[in-house]
């Protein structure tokens, strides 16, 4: 079942209306079937977890919104539950934070990096606990939680550094006496709506750059992982107070679409970063736009990797088995295409299909196990349906293809082979570990395969031959914003700007110059001398 929220805005005669789809909330349930009471999951309370628990912070936790239980996918049993809150905790949230960012703004650049250095230490402290949360509420494995939260700690690390170099220009001025230079300044309030798959990690990325930018953050998680969005919180509170800080310079708002939409249409929020599905993320930024506000959008990725005749094979199908399967299919980067060249698209087939056969599917917290569920059970609907309409379009099940007999809501991860390029279903992100295998006969066939989506996140080539590596990074190569050579889709590095072209959004997160999407940037025109030269030679005496 889903709900949907619409909210209009604009004037009467250019109204605009957000529409928002979310699965409807898991009802509250009773304490004593909670998971956080079993002494299995004692440690959710070393995060500072309870048993009910406040999902708003500004300063002081609390919330007057429904409450709603998070639900384990491995299980599909309760964990905790959840006091969201309402558009009154988010009014009074917005306004604390924009007072605490009018102080925050003015300590130092270096002095707020070096708080942020203590927030990286403080997750550190935290890392194996958060990974193991993030397992237990989203599905993926402990070794891809526990990278998440050094993600968070890495970009964390990242702003430190950079709170001591990031400045603008000093331009040659072309008039005697003057000084020509480019001012950065913080943007206000950072209104970051994150996805459930990266719970952790992308609220990192953008809070650590926004912060050391001087900005105050506003934080709506998704509403189906709000124990992380709580106990990473919880985390940098504790810092702020530590450093005498406001503590609402790190607000969090858990809640619905509601919550997103008001997020959306606000003025005082100066800058707005969603991370979720093309659909929607299409409505938040015309509700952005209409206030001429800031947008930043990481939506979906149909991605795709390419692998030549001359590709080094055993590389090439390790990695595909990572990019496909990795997260149960549930990264915006997991690969969603594998074009192929048809001298060697069967033996492909075949060693992948085999690869396949090594997965083990289980519960994510277990050591050994590479295959967790999926989210919820609307995403083992699509599954199914994305399943059924590629055979109706030509495919063939190489691999998988059902539904686990399981608790919980897990699939097989599957191949499906025979299917056009152009088909209906290839061209439709399926968040589930389902890939296409497509044959091409050149470079060129293929390159032209990979940028015919609407897609434009992430890409790759396997091949040895340095003529089409450097045409393939090139003007005539592939159309995303990831492009990369003998290494999966998924799974970037902090250092280089994240992001994608196309309906992917144009945002950029993480490393590069991303942090300058934070910033303001005044054009300042200095004259120190007694003189006023007109720019141009222009006389107007």
Same mark, same amino acid.
């Not at 708003?56 to 639900?71: D, E, L, R, Y």
């Not at 009018?102 to 935290?126: C, F, N, S, T, Y």
């Not at 107070?241 to 969090?252: G, I």
């Given at each position: 079942?889903?709900?949907?929220?619409?909210?209009?805005?604009?004037?009467?005669?250019?109204?605009?209306?957000?529409?928002?789809?979310?699965?409807?909330?898991?009802?509250?349930?009773?304490?004593?079937?909670?998971?956080?009471?079993?002494?299995?999951?004692?440690?959710?309370?070393?995060?500072?977890?309870?048993?009910?628990?406040?999902?708003?912070?500004?300063?002081?936790?609390?919330?007057?919104?429904?409450?709603?239980?998070?639900?384990?996918?491995?299980?599909?049993?309760?964990?905790?539950?959840?006091?969201?809150?309402?558009?009154?905790?988010?009014?009074?949230?917005?306004?604390?934070?924009?007072?605490?960012?009018?102080?925050?703004?003015?300590?130092?650049?270096?002095?707020?990096?070096?708080?942020?250095?203590?927030?990286?230490?403080?997750?550190?402290?935290?890392?194996?606990?958060?990974?193991?949360?993030?397992?237990?509420?989203?599905?993926?494995?402990?070794?891809?939680?526990?990278?998440?939260?050094?993600?968070?700690?890495?970009?964390?690390?990242?702003?430190?550094?950079?709170?001591?170099?990031?400045?603008?220009?000093?331009?040659?001025s072309e008039r005697k006496g003057h000084a020509l230079i480019e001012q950065y300044n913080p943007?206000?309030?950072?209104?970051?709506?994150?996805?459930?798959?990266?719970?952790?990690?992308?609220?990192?990325?953008?809070?650590?750059?926004?912060?050391?930018?001087?900005?105050?953050?506003?934080?709506?998680?998704?509403?189906?992982?709000?124990?992380?969005?709580?106990?990473?919180?919880?985390?940098?509170?504790?810092?702020?107070?530590?450093?005498?800080?406001?503590?609402?310079?790190?607000?969090?708002?858990?809640?619905?679409?509601?919550?997103?939409?008001?997020?959306?249409?606000?003025?005082?929020?100066?800058?707005?970063?969603?991370?979720?599905?093309?659909?929607?993320?299409?409505?938040?930024?015309?509700?952005?736009?209409?206030?001429?506000?800031?947008?930043?959008?990481?939506?979906?990725?149909?991605?795709?990797?390419?692998?030549?005749?001359?590709?080094?094979?055993?590389?090439?199908?390790?990695?595909?088995?990572? %990019? +496909?399967? =990795?997260?149960?299919?549930? /990264?915006?980067?997991?690969?969603?295409?594998? !074009? @192929?060249?048809?001298? #060697?698209?069967?033996?492909?087939?075949?060693?992948?299909?085999?690869?396949?056969?090594?997965?083990?599917?289980?519960?994510?917290?277990?050591?050994?196990?590479?295959?967790?569920?999926?989210?919820?059970?609307?995403?083992?609907?699509?599954?199914?349906?994305?399943?059924?309409?590629?055979?109706?379009?030509?495919?063939?099940? %190489? +691999?998988? =293809?059902?539904?686990?007999? /399981?608790?919980?809501?897990?699939?097989?991860? !599957? @191949?499906?082979?025979? #299917?056009?390029?152009?088909?209906?279903?290839?061209?439709?992100?399926?968040?589930?570990?389902?890939?296409?295998?497509?044959?091409?006969?050149?470079?060129?066939?293929?390159?032209?395969?990979?940028?015919?989506?609407?897609?434009?996140?992430?890409?790759?080539?396997?091949?040895?031959?340095?003529?089409?590596?450097?045409?393939?990074?090139?003007?005539?190569?592939?159309?995303?914003?990831?492009?990369?050579?003998?290494?999966? !889709?998924?799974?970037?590095? #902090?250092?280089?700007?994240?992001?994608?072209?196309?309906?992917?959004?144009?945002?950029?997160?993480?490393?590069?110059?991303?942090?300058?999407?934070?910033?303001?940037?005044?054009?300042?025109?200095?004259?120190?001398?007694?003189?006023?030269?007109?720019?141009?030679?222009?006389?107007?005496?």
């Open positions: 079942e889903n709900r949907i929220i619409m909210l209009c805005v604009g004037s009467s005669t250019a109204a605009r209306t957000l529409r928002l789809h979310i699965p409807a909330a898991f009802r509250a349930m009773s304490t004593s079937s909670l998971l956080i009471e079993d002494g299995q999951y004692s440690w959710l309370k070393d995060l500072g977890l309870q048993a009910e628990n406040h999902g708003v912070f500004n300063g002081k936790w609390g919330g007057n919104g429904q409450v709603i239980a998070s639900v384990c996918p491995s299980s599909n049993k309760p964990i905790a539950n959840v006091t969201e809150g309402n558009l009154a905790d988010y009014e009074e949230s917005v306004k604390l934070s924009r007072e605490a960012y009018k102080l925050w703004a003015d300590v130092p650049a270096p002095q707020r990096g070096e708080i942020v250095r203590q927030i990286a230490d403080a997750m550190r402290e935290k890392k194996h606990l958060l990974g193991k949360l993030i397992s237990l509420e989203v599905g993926k494995i402990v070794p891809e939680g526990v990278g998440e939260v050094q993600e968070f700690i890495d970009i964390c690390d990242y702003a430190t550094g950079l709170s001591r170099m990031y400045g603008g220009n000093v331009f040659p943007l206000g309030l950072v209104g970051v709506i994150t996805a459930f798959n990266f719970p952790c990690a992308v609220y990192g990325w953008n809070a650590a750059l926004a912060l050391t930018c001087g900005n105050s953050v506003l934080w709506k998680g998704s509403q189906t992982t709000p124990l992380i969005s709580i106990a990473v919180t919880r985390i940098m509170a504790s810092v702020l107070e530590k450093n005498d800080m406001p503590p609402a310079v790190a607000t969090l708002v858990c809640g619905g679409a509601e919550v997103g939409a008001a997020i959306a249409k606000d003025p005082r929020v100066n800058l707005v970063s969603f991370t979720g599905s093309v659909p929607v993320g299409k409505q938040v930024n015309l509700v952005v736009q209409e206030r001429f506000g800031k947008c930043l959008l990481e939506l979906g990725g149909n991605n795709n990797i390419i692998v030549m005749d001359d590709a080094d094979m055993d590389l090439a199908v390790r990695s595909c088995l990572f %990019a +496909c399967v =990795g997260t149960a299919g549930q /990264r915006c980067t997991t690969t969603r295409r594998l !074009t @192929i060249h048809e001298s #060697i698209y069967d033996e492909f087939v075949s060693r992948l299909v085999k690869s396949y056969a090594s997965v083990r599917m289980g519960d994510p917290l277990e050591d050994g196990t590479l295959l967790g569920p999926l989210h919820t059970q609307q995403a083992v609907d699509k599954f199914r349906v994305a399943v059924d309409s590629a055979v109706k379009q030509g495919g063939k099940i %190489a +691999c998988g =293809g059902k539904v686990a007999d /399981r608790e919980g809501y897990y699939v097989e991860p !599957t @191949i499906i082979t025979d #299917i056009a390029h152009d088909a209906d279903i290839v061209h439709t992100e399926t968040f589930a570990p389902i890939v296409y295998v497509l044959k091409t006969t050149s470079f060129e066939e293929a390159v032209e395969w990979n940028n015919e989506v609407k897609e434009g996140l992430s890409s790759s080539i396997f091949t040895r031959d340095m003529n089409k590596v450097f045409r393939w990074i090139g003007p005539h190569g592939s159309d995303c914003g990831l492009v990369n050579v003998n290494i999966p !889709t998924n799974g970037a590095e #902090i250092g280089g700007a994240f992001g994608g072209e196309k309906c992917t959004g144009g945002g950029r997160e993480s490393g590069s110059d991303a942090w300058k999407q934070y910033m303001r940037r005044s054009t300042c025109t200095i004259n120190y001398s007694h003189e006023l030269p007109l720019a141009q030679g222009i006389k107007f005496e």
